[in-house]
């Protein structure tokens, strides 16, 4: 009596080849992370990137005046900021369309922007940043700020977002966003007075 044959269905066939293709794309996914984890290690081994640091060196106050019949503040300052970009092979590119406000407990005081400038290796930027501003003001907190300048305390926050694009060489990183918050305290706000920086701190993020 002859063995009887076991008849082969097509579905394990396609089954098999399904697991095999699911198996060669696991690994080419796994190669590209490899290569790409591999690439980052590399790059930053290489050319160890350090975000770059900002400060206020100097503010000036040229007018600060309230004007009782619309109770209406017009403030003109000046702060000087400081850029460090500490990388030996990345350079800096601050683009158009930044932005920066002086408040004053919450309340805006003035804005301006920051020159579009380039920026190379280890190099120290210090720049100029004009702000004006025209805003209503309720009497509640005119009598906290001139208590604030009795004092000798004034806190200001200073806002500063900027469009930055980081440059290897001629070739173009990307581009990114970076905000800047400094909380400085003032010792006055007056034109007749130089103001002191009393204390500051930064808070610095990257929107990518």
């Known amino acids: 009596m002859g063995k009887r044959s076991v008849p082969r269905y097509p579905?394990?066939?396609?089954?098999?080849?399904?697991?095999?293709?699911?198996?060669?794309?696991?690994?080419f996914l796994l190669l590209i992370v490899a290569v790409l984890a591999g690439t980052a290690a590399?790059?930053?081994?290489v050319y160890k990137p350090k975000a770059?640091?900002?400060?206020?060196?100097?503010?000036?106050?040229s007018q600060f005046d309230f004007k009782s019949?619309?109770?209406?503040?017009?403030v003109k300052l000046t702060a000087s900021v400081r850029a460090e970009n500490p990388n030996e092979m990345i350079t800096i590119k601050y683009g158009e369309g930044s932005h920066t406000v002086v408040s004053y407990r919450g309340t805006p005081l003035c804005s301006g922007k920051l020159p579009a400038f380039f920026q190379g290796y280890k190099n120290v930027t210090v720049m100029d940043i004009s702000m004006e501003?025209?805003?209503?003001?309720?009497?509640?907190?005119?009598q906290a700020l001139e208590e604030s300048e009795k004092a000798?305390?004034?806190?200001?926050?200073?806002?500063v977002s900027v469009p930055v694009e980081l440059q290897l060489g001629s070739l173009d990183l990307r581009q990114v966003?970076?905000?800047?918050?400094?909380?400085?305290?003032?010792?006055?706000?007056?034109?007749?007075?130089?103001?002191?920086?009393?204390?500051?701190?930064?808070?610095a993020n990257v929107e990518f």
């Not at 066939?13 to 095999?20: Q, R």
């Not at 019949?69 to 017009?74: P, R």
């Not at 501003?133 to 005119?142: A, E, K, V």
């Open 177 to 203: 966003k970076v905000n800047v918050h400094c909380a400085l305290v003032l010792d006055s706000i007056s034109p007749k007075k130089k103001p002191n920086i009393k204390s500051a701190t930064y808070q």
């Open 152 to 159: 000798g305390d004034i806190p200001l926050d200073i806002f």
């Open 52 to 61: 770059p640091s900002y400060s206020v060196s100097n503010m000036s106050v």
């Open 11 to 27: 579905e394990d066939e396609d089954k098999g080849g399904c697991c095999g293709c699911l198996c060669w794309c696991c690994c």
């Open 133 to 142: 501003g025209r805003h209503g003001f309720g009497s509640g907190l005119q």
């Open 42 to 45: 590399y790059f930053f081994f």
């Open 69 to 74: 019949s619309d109770l209406t503040l017009y």
